[in-house]
């Protein structure tokens, strides 16, 4: 079996849940040690963990507040505690909601940018430095077409937070190269919003040219790759998307 990442210590934000948890269990069977990071799922951080050591590797469930910026100091050192030097981080942690720009509270708007921007800038910040002092390193974040490369209405305040991480990805590939590669994934439609009729979402997948919702397994190998890949790829954005992103419409 290929085990790509055989050996590598992934730190993996929001893994407890959804995609994150998709993404921990696809690194995990990748050959990688993962740190699952978790805020308030803590049970489900625990099982994403053994499911990972019941297929023979290392796993450890970190709980943190991304928001908080000395929780994340706390979670890098933990993770080295634990499992040893980090290789790999994917920035997987964050919240999506639907509002107008007049429905959206400067309180909601501070939640967003708190978990989905300001929370990966300051672990990365901590991981980088440890990486740069060591042998190298890799991290992807987990962006949306929507904001990253395609407009949604309704969806400004998210849309500007994936923006924003999106040109974190270029800026850290520029600034952390030689050693340290920086990507991201920008999946499309993998898990639909709650709440949609079965003719909202007939109509989202014909929005689609592949057909099809993205599988979370299809986004956890594109993940795996840009960890695992080669060194000269950086500062890139890979849409796993079925073409979704070619129609700027809304989701």
């Known amino acids: 079996m290929d085990r790509p990442l055989e050996g590598k210590v992934v730190l993996v934000t929001g893994a407890a849940v959804r995609l994150g ?14 740190a699952v990071h978790y805020h308030s799922s803590h049970e489900e951080a625990e099982r994403v963990a053994a ?21 994340t100091v706390t979670l890098v050192a933990r993770t080295e505690a634990e499992l040893g030097p980090i290789a790999g ?3 997987s942690a964050a919240v999506f909601h639907r509002a107008d720009l007049a429905d959206t509270a400067p ?3 501070d939640r967003l940018w708190a978990i989905n921007a300001r929370g990966p800038y300051l672990l990365t ?10 042998e190298g390193g890799a991290v992807v974040n987990v962006l949306d077409v929507g904001g990253a ?13 994936k923006a924003a991480m999106a040109a974190l990805t270029r800026c850290l590939a520029l600034e952390l190269a030689p050693k340290v590669r920086v990507n991201a994934v920008a999946p499309g439609t993998v898990l639909p919003p709650p709440g949609l009729s079965d003719a909202e979402l007939s109509a989202l997948r014909r929005r689609i040219p592949w057909g099809r919702f993205a599988a979370e397994e299809e986004v956890a190998h594109a993940v795996c790759f840009l960890l695992a890949g080669p060194a000269f790829i950086t500062g890139q954005i890979l849409a796993v998307d079925g073409g979704r ?7």
């Open 245 to 251: 992103s070619l129609d700027s419409g809304p989701p």
């Open 51 to 71: 499911e990972i050591r019941a297929d023979g590797n290392r796993a450890a469930a970190l709980g943190a507040d991304l928001t908080r910026s000395e929780e």
């Open 125 to 134: 910040r901590e991981v980088a430095g440890r990486m740069l002092a060591r």
């Open 89 to 91: 981080l994917v920035n």
């Open 107 to 109: 309180e909601l708007l």
């Open 21 to 34: 948890r998709a993404l921990a269990l696809g690194l995990g069977r990748a050959g990688a040690s993962v």
């Open 149 to 161: 490369i395609s407009a949604w209405r309704h969806y400004s305040a998210y849309c500007m937070t």
